[in-house]
């Protein structure tokens, strides 16, 4: 069976394209190796999707190329996918930091996206692993043959939205990977992002008796920080701002130097040294002090951790000047070196994966090899947390729509 697009993956940016591309008239295939489409979509946001932002731009993803993401967001931004939305009549709302949420269930999305597939005869053929793909360069309206669990394809265009490795236990698979090196098309290793850090257990046994605390802090890396919840664990460290911050430590790696420690400040908008300095004669207790802005088992436990008893029994006008300046100096920054992460189980996202270098921003299509194309979390752009990955796999599935 010849078709002029094949779309591999039937998630967020796989449907996108495949409704653009059916609306220019091509005949399109939808395949995917899951029963049911949208899966991803289904799960987020507790049900609700963080469909997309209010405020997104190329600084709200990490990249290779931190400058290929500009196009597609441009072409179709979160405005287009918003007016989508509102055509539909699907109500939302929004949170913080301009996170937009269906007010029902993430199922009218996948809904309009499937329905918006059919008005233009979409096929679909979804329980079907793709065993192999050929490429026949000499031929161009069947450059390539997909041989599958329900029978052999051919394609002028073929659209690998497959996804990344993030969250396996619904079906995430390397595929996409695999054939993009089929192809001699590069690949940066990819990696779990906006994902929980794990502790080693010099760490975790001093931290123990803080676990469970929920902190109002910001997460820094460099020149990242996130100010959101932190969440002390039996683990590490998780909470929204953690899960910010991990992406940007896990970035160093490609670098290959030496690693550094992610820094909590654990009184963001307030200096430290200046506030410890105003209660210097004064005879409260540092823990006591502290719970004016921490939860006061953190802060009793911090202090000790910090200090020894010495800040629990004397008040501050009997410490040193030294030891009440390094507590300021690790109260706006305290230094923590993860072990590693919790893996792709854990991770809401990939990092990396095939590389900008050997895709036309314009279109998604490798340069390489003509008629392929690479979109979504596939690709080497990994976005924040806040629905900014899927404005990503929007933008990226629409873009090659138009080309495929």
Same mark, same amino acid.
């Given at each position: 069976?010849?078709?002029?697009?094949?779309? *591999?993956?039937?998630?967020?940016?796989?449907?996108?394209?495949?409704?653009?591309?059916?609306?220019?008239?091509?005949?399109?295939?939808?395949?995917?190796?899951? /029963?049911?489409?949208?899966?991803? *979509?289904?799960?987020?946001?507790?049900?609700?999707?963080?469909?997309?932002?209010?405020?997104?731009?190329?600084?709200? !993803?990490?990249?290779?190329? #931190?400058?290929?993401?500009?196009?597609?967001?441009?072409?179709?931004?979160?405005?287009?996918?918003?007016?989508?939305?509102?055509?539909?009549?699907? #109500?939302?709302?929004?949170?913080?930091?301009?996170?937009?949420?269906?007010?029902?269930?993430?199922?009218?999305?996948?809904?309009?996206?499937?329905? /918006?597939?059919?008005?233009?005869?979409?096929?679909?053929?979804?329980?079907?692993?793709?065993?192999?793909?050929?490429?026949?360069?000499?031929?161009?309206?069947?450059?390539?043959?997909?041989?599958?669990?329900?029978?052999?394809?051919?394609?002028?265009?073929?659209?690998?939205?497959?996804?990344?490795?993030?969250?396996?236990?619904?079906?995430?698979?390397?595929?996409?990977?695999?054939?993009?090196?089929?192809?001699? *098309?590069?690949?940066?290793?990819?990696?779990?992002?906006?994902? #929980?850090?794990?502790?080693?257990?010099?760490?975790? =046994?001093?931290?123990?008796?803080?676990?469970? =605390?929920?902190?109002?802090?910001?997460?820094?890396?460099?020149?990242?920080?996130?100010?959101?919840?932190?969440?002390?664990?039996?683990?590490?460290?998780?909470?929204?701002?953690?899960?910010?911050?991990?992406?940007?430590?896990?970035?160093?790696? !490609?670098?290959?130097?030496?690693?550094?420690?992610?820094?909590?400040?654990?009184?963001?908008?307030?200096?430290?040294?200046?506030?410890?300095?105003?209660?210097?004669?004064?005879?409260?207790?540092?823990?006591?002090?502290?719970?004016?802005?921490?939860?006061?088992?953190?802060?009793?436990?911090?202090?000790?951790?910090?200090?020894?008893?010495?800040?629990?029994?004397?008040?501050?006008?009997?410490?040193?000047?030294?030891?009440?300046?390094?507590?300021?100096?690790?109260?706006?920054? $305290?230094?923590?070196?993860?072990?590693?992460?919790?893996?792709?189980?854990?991770?809401?996202?990939?990092?990396?994966?095939?590389?900008?270098?050997?895709?036309?921003?314009?279109?998604?299509?490798?340069? =390489?090899?003509?008629?392929?194309?690479? *979109?979504?979390?596939?690709?080497?752009?990994?976005?924040?947390?806040?629905? !900014?990955?899927?404005?990503?796999?929007?933008?990226?599935? $629409?873009?090659?729509?138009?080309?495929?």
């Amino acid at each position: 069976m010849h078709f002029d697009v094949i779309i *591999i993956g039937s998630g967020a940016a796989g449907m996108m394209c495949a409704a653009q591309a059916g609306a220019r008239g091509r005949r399109v295939l939808l395949v995917d190796h899951a /029963a049911k489409i949208g899966e991803r *979509i289904r799960i987020s946001g507790g049900g609700r999707c963080n469909f997309t932002n209010r405020t997104v731009s190329a600084d709200n !993803y990490l990249s290779q190329n #931190p400058h290929f993401c500009r196009s597609a967001l441009a072409r179709f931004s979160q405005y287009d996918f918003i007016a989508m939305i509102e055509k539909r009549r699907i #109500p939302y709302h929004e949170r913080e930091h301009g996170q937009l949420f269906c007010d029902d269930s993430a199922v009218e999305i996948i809904d309009m996206l499937r329905d /918006a597939c059919d008005a233009v005869q979409v096929r679909w053929v979804l329980d079907c692993a793709v065993h192999g793909v050929e490429h026949h360069p000499d031929v161009e309206h069947k450059r390539y043959t997909l041989r599958t669990a329900s029978g052999t394809f051919s394609c002028q265009s073929l659209v690998v939205a497959t996804g990344g490795l993030a969250i396996p236990q619904i079906g995430a698979s390397p595929f996409g990977y695999k054939l993009a090196e089929q192809f001699g *098309i590069p690949v940066v290793a990819p990696k779990p992002a906006l994902v #929980p850090l794990a502790l080693g257990p010099e760490l975790l =046994a001093p931290l123990k008796p803080m676990a469970g =605390a929920t902190l109002d802090a910001t997460a820094c890396f460099e020149d990242a920080a996130f100010r959101e919840n932190v969440l002390i664990t039996h683990r590490g460290l998780s909470g929204p701002a953690i899960l910010q911050v991990s992406s940007y430590w896990q970035m160093q790696e !490609y670098g290959g130097g030496k690693k550094l420690p992610v820094e909590i400040n654990l009184l963001p908008g307030l200096d430290a040294a200046a506030w410890l300095a105003e209660h210097r004669q004064g005879r409260i207790h540092l823990p006591n002090l502290l719970a004016e802005h921490l939860p006061r088992r953190f802060a009793q436990e911090w202090c000790l951790l910090q200090g020894g008893e010495k800040f629990q029994t004397r008040p501050i006008s009997e410490l040193s000047k030294r030891d009440l300046d390094a507590v300021a100096r690790t109260l706006n920054a $305290w230094p923590l070196m993860p072990s590693g992460t919790l893996g792709f189980a854990k991770a809401e996202v990939t990092l990396g994966g095939v590389s900008t270098a050997a895709l036309s921003s314009k279109t998604m299509e490798a340069k =390489a090899a003509p008629g392929l194309y690479f *979109i979504g979390e596939v690709v080497d752009v990994t976005g924040w947390l806040g629905g !900014y990955n899927f404005q990503w796999a929007w933008s990226s599935g $629409w873009v090659a729509g138009q080309f495929a």
